[in-house]
């Protein structure tokens, strides 16, 4: 019975990881090809099924005079623009959630769960409608194609994100150790940030990690408010899907987007590991 | 963006005061784009652009993806900068959002694009933001080279609107590997009694298609099957509807009107001919290959350029594709004009007219425009100008992935391909005839439908017949469907206004 | 609790959100009222035409909202399944635990709209490796082409991506709940399947719940794969209402009624979302 329960177990986990890893070498594969070895039927293995070329890798360097995309400047700017959407999401987000987790609101008929739905609720809205009046909007400031404007933009999208997660977190930290904290002689203030924050960083960490991914892969927003100053990469990857859509750069582009949230994936993972983020959600 | 070094005035002089060849040779020498030619004389050239100063001023382009289109517009304004001096800064969109990526700046008020690259249909919608092409730039030698039909395309009313800075039609492809094979044609004949030809009729490359379908005919191993069109739902697939449809449905005796009756503004959209031509479509997803029906343009530039299909019939990227010099199908396709038919449909008298009917259908392609509320119109206009320039023009249409395709008359000279791009003679002049044959020498031609709310009706159209190709609906349902949808964006938008600007392509196709 | 304070920790983030969304929300209200278009770009006031048209004269809104709920529902459910079956087997000891863990997690910190492009080529019926394969066993089925079958293979890539999202959620509440009752079960002579039935399933309702609402609520805008994959084809097989409402919004721009039909959508989905919560409580969350 043991031995059937292992052995599912594996097969199972091994399944999953060769659906997980199936694209990516699919990608890998491609970002060696060029048009005949794509275009005469599927191949796998370079050397083997064709002649491998590094005209995709290299596309990713070259400017678009010369055929390529230069896609070095969008990657730091979305780095940035996504960083300090989530910093500054999660330090408000942080803040809100705390006073909805702990304290009473009444305004009305509306109370706490009322206001946390309304933060979550700016996830449900589909962001077509909104490019106009974002657009609009950005103008009139002067903030369109800057990297000010966007990181706007991505409060409005990440901090819903912290605010979810931080309540659910915060509501799980007995309230025990702010009365003791009071007790003891702190401010609310001092409370929540000498004692109930240094409990919260695993939290924070997960929040933080889901206000990166949405905020690393948003095209829409950074697609129509932005020109030529300001360029993130999702947009500058897509610049290549053109008619004849270079599959070999576009491959290589996709890899290289997807390693910076490899490395927080990492990160991630080490602090679930050591237990850390045991209290992070219960 | 770069500093770029500036050639001093002196240089030039003396290089002017020498014979055109030489001076030719330092351009070419500098850039080496257009060595094959070098610089050739004109108001827009290199030599006469290098004495314009521009240094200080940003130009602003919103161009398609790399590199159809979009390579060209780096390159060139690559050059521009590096002989004017000015800062260009070049964008680039997917093509399906080329239109909303201008139009929602356009529409708050704002313009952040000096230049816009689109498809020449969206005249109607974005002519109130752009800014007409001056007498000026009309009047010199380089745009009076540009045909007739190219001019009507870019232009409202008889002003020059859009810069023709691109062609593009629709064509038939074929392999001549096959057609041209007297073993196979003597096996057509003798399984189905007739002659293996270039196509006459749909119906002929439907037959033609069919038996070709799903064996492998070249012996390169792999099965290659009747026709690669495109078919996915996206925004350019109505196309290939209304060049299917045009022979069925233009008919040069009965004048007022191809999409609506001008004087009604009825939808014709669903009369016999569109539903004949969508009936010949539906037959077709059984002859494309695998996966065809979800076949944007670049997967049937992949499938007919990588050789899989015996037929192609939209734009001229397929062809090109074909005859690069790596491609295992190089100098084994040939270029004909679309397939027409043994009968059409006469509105008016309400019957079948059994003539054969062929009909050019002038399709929408590349162009260019400048923004009215752009703050620099000469340097924009100098930019265009620059980049459809004989030299680079010449140059441009020689590299296949470009996307730059004829249309000036003097690009319909085989020589150019024999020469510059290795095309076998005969190919080259096959292709060079087919396009003059359809810029000049054709009547009973079809305009693009350039109305306000252009993509509404696209839309209507693409939803339609894709529902029939899917099987969901029969093509009298779905176009009757299309027909409702068209009425009531008429009535939506305004009857008056729409007859308004479909008269002008009217007057087009009935001033024959 | 002194009450000055709460307001100084809700109010910051609370009232940068309203003042970004101020303008937008009741710019696209306004919208709404209006017929803006490519044509007419402004703000007329034809009042609720645009909701007339879409409640009588738009089935296409509804279908789309038909199929927006099969896909959603059925993606979040496998989703939820799979991820839950993927985090109780490396919650304890496996080899390469960790490589497990952070494998499982990659296809969520991928742009949508890219790795769907790579997608296509995978499942394309003439060039891709999935057909190339699969033709060895004379098979070919119709991934993008079909009409069932390209909503499948919507699901496919949409599962794919987000699963990992379930997998850490409940992963991570997996690794926190106490130690007792699982002590308790064990010492009752729990088998592993009893135990998850009346241990461990109970306990992670809460986050259970928590995790498929939110899931839902994003699977409910899904748009770059449907947008890459099939453009919502073939015909309208994969249609869903945020992709129809970016259609008439920024392909058609029908700007005035696509705000009808995303206002639409709001409430309908706020409305929706309530219901689906409270059924959730009741279904995971049994005798206390």
Redesign the interface.
């Known amino acids: 019975m043991r031995v059937l329960y292992t052995s599912l177990k594996y097969l199972a986990v091994v399944l999953w990881s060769t659906f997980v890893i199936a694209p990516f070498l699919w990608a890998v594969s491609t970002s060696f090809k060029d048009f005949q070895s794509v275009t005469n039927g599927a191949t796998y293995i370079p050397w083997v099924d064709f002649e491998p070329n590094l005209e995709g890798w290299r596309d990713l360097w070259k400017s678009p005079a010369q055929g390529g995309v230069d896609i070095v400047e969008p990657f730091f700017n979305s780095v940035f623009v996504t960083a300090s959407g989530s910093l500054i999401s999660i330090i408000l987000g942080t803040l809100a959630a705390y006073a909805l987790s702990r304290f009473t609101f009444k305004a009305g008929f509306i109370r706490n769960g009322d206001i946390t739905f309304f933060f979550i609720s700016q996830r449900i809205m589909p962001p077509v409608v909104l490019a106009i009046p974002f657009f609009i909007m950005l103008g009139k400031f002067s903030l369109l194609d800057t990297l000010a404007g966007l990181i706007i933009v991505y409060i409005v999208l990440l901090m819903p994100i912290a605010v979810w997660i931080m309540v659910d977190f915060f509501n799980k930290v007995p309230v025990e150790i702010d009365e003791t904290a009071l007790i003891d002689g702190c401010n609310p203030l001092q409370v929540f940030y000498k004692v109930v924050l240094p409990n919260s960083i695993p939290g924070i960490i997960v929040a933080g990690m889901f206000c990166m991914i949405f905020g690393w892969t948003d095209f829409f927003f950074s697609f129509i408010l932005t020109f030529t100053e300001v360029q993130l990469l999702p947009v500058a990857i897509v610049a290549l899907n053109s008619s004849i859509t270079p599959w070999w750069s576009l491959s290589a582009a996709a890899l290289v987007s997807v390693a910076p949230l490899v490395l927080v994936a990492f990160i991630v993972e080490r602090y679930l590991s050591k237990g850390n983020l045991s209290g992070a959600l219960k | 963006m770069n500093k770029i070094k500036r050639v001093s005035g002196a240089s030039l002089l003396v290089a002017a005061a020498i014979a055109t060849q030489a001076s030719a040779d330092q351009w070419s020498d500098k850039f080496p784009h257009i060595k094959n030619t070098g610089d050739i004389a004109g108001e827009c050239s290199y030599e006469s652009m290098s004495k314009k100063d521009y240094s200080g001023q940003t130009l ?1 382009i ?1 161009t ?8 060209p ?3 060139h ?2 050059q521009f900068a590096a002989l004017t001096g000015a800062e260009v ?9 080329l ?3 201008a ?3 356009f ?4 313009a ?2 000096d230049i816009v690259f689109g498809f020449s249909n969206f005249i109607r ?1 974005w002519k109130q933001y752009l800014e007409p092409v001056p007498a000026k730039y009309v009047n010199m030698a380089q745009m009076k080279d540009v045909t007739q039909s190219h001019i009507d395309v870019n232009s409202w009313d008889g002003q020059m609107i859009q810069f023709p800075i691109d062609g593009d039609r629709h064509y038939l492809k074929y392999r001549k590997d096959v057609i041209d094979n007297p073993v196979y044609q003597k096996k057509y004949k003798a399984e189905t009694g007739k002659e293996l030809r270039v196509p006459q009729t749909w119906k002929e490359y439907a037959e033609m298609a069919a038996f070709f379908n799903g064996w492998d005919w070249d012996n390169d191993g ?1 099965l290659e099957y009747g026709s690669a069109e495109v078919m ?4 350019l697939m109505y196309a290939a509807f209304f060049s299917r449809s045009v022979a069925y449905s233009k008919n040069p005796r009965v004048k007022g009107g191809f999409f609506f009756d001008l004087e009604t503004m009825e939808p014709l959209i669903n009369g016999p001919g569109f539903v004949e031509a969508l009936t010949d479509w539906v037959e077709a997803t059984k002859y494309v ?6 076949f944007g ?3 049937e ?3 007919f ?4 299909t015996l037929f192609s019939f939209s734009w001229d ?1 397929a062809f090109v ?1 074909a005859m ?1 010099d ?3 199908i190089k100098n084994k396709v040939g270029a004909a004009p679309l397939p027409g038919s043994d009968r059409v449909w006469n509105r008016v008298s309400g019957s079948w007219e059994d003539t054969y009917n062929q009909a050019p259908y002038i399709v929408w392609g590349w162009t260019a425009a400048v923004a009215k509320k752009s703050k620099n119109h000469e340097m924009a206009f100098d930019y265009l100008c620059f980049f459809a320039n004989d030299a680079n023009h010449q140059a441009d249409i020689a590299i296949g ?1 470009f ?1 730059v395709n004829p249309f000036k008359k003097s690009d319909f000279k085989a020589e150019i391909y024999v020469e510059r791009q290795g095309w076998d003679p005969e190919i080259a002049k096959q292709y060079a005839d087919t396009l003059m044959e359809m810029e000049e020498g054709s009547t009973n031609r079809v305009f693009p439908l350039r109305v ?2 252009v ?2 009706f696209n ?1 209507a159209v693409a ?1 339609g017949t ?2 029939a ?4 609906l029969s093509p009298q349902e779905a176009l009757d469907e299309v027909a409702a949808e068209w009425k ?1 964006i008429v009535k ?2 305004g009857a008056d ?1 729409i007859r308004e600007a479909y008269a002008i392509g009217v007057a087009l196709e009935d001033a024959e | 609790m002194n009450f000055k304070h709460k307001y100084l920790f809700l109010l910051p983030g609370l009232l940068v959100l309203l003042a970004i969304l101020i303008f937008p929300i009741g710019f696209t209200v306004r919208l709404s009222l209006s017929s803006w278009d490519s044509f007419y770009p402004a703000l007329d006031f034809i009042g609720i035409e645009n909701y007339v048209r879409l409640f009588t004269d738009d089935a296409r809104f509804w279908e789309a909202f038909g199929r927006l709920s099969l896909l959603s529902v059925t993606t979040v459910f496998l989703q939820y399944v799979i991820g839950f079956g993927l985090a109780l087997i490396v919650w304890k000891e496996i080899a390469f635990q960790r490589f497990f863990r952070v494998l499982f997690l990659i296809p969520m910190m991928t742009t949508p709209v890219i790795m769907t492009v790579i997608w296509r080529t995978f499942f394309h019926e003439s060039l891709g490796p999935v057909n190339d394969i699969l033709s060895h066993f004379n098979l070919a089925p119709l991934w993008l082409s079909s009409e069932t079958l390209s909503k499948f293979t919507v699901m496919i890539v949409e599962v794919w991506q987000w699963t990992p999202f379930m997998f850490l959620l409940l992963l991570a509440g997996l690794l926190s709940l106490p130690k007792e009752p699982f002590l308790a079960a064990s010492i009752d002579g729990a088998g592993p399947i009893r135990t998850f039935v009346y241990v461990t399933f109970p306990l992670m309702a809460p986050i259970s719940i928590g995790a498929i609402i939110i899931r839902l609520i994003e699977a409910s805008k899904i748009m770059d794969t449907v947008y890459v994959l099939t453009s919502g084809g073939p015909g309208t097989a994969t249609e869903t209402s945020s992709f129809y409402i970016f259609i008439k919004g920024l392909r058609e721009f029908q700007f005035g009624y696509s705000a009808a039909l995303s206002l639409t959508y709001l409430i309908i989905m706020i409305i929706s979302f309530t219901i689906i919560a409270k059924i959730l409580v009741k279904l995971m969350v049994r005798g206390n």
């Open positions: 602003t919103n398609h993806a790399v590199p159809v289109m979009g390579e517009t780096a390159l304004a690559e800064n070049v964008i680039h969109t997917p093509a399906g959002d239109y909303s990526k139009m929602v700046p529409q708050a008020g704002q952040p694009y919608d792999e996915k739902k996206d925004d290959p695998p996966g065809g029906i979800n343009l670049g997967d530039i992949n499938s350029g990588g050789g899989q990227d594709a690069q790596d491609s295992p992935r996307g306000p709310g993509f509404q839309s939803t894709s529902k190709l899917a099987g969901q009531k939506r938008i206004t």
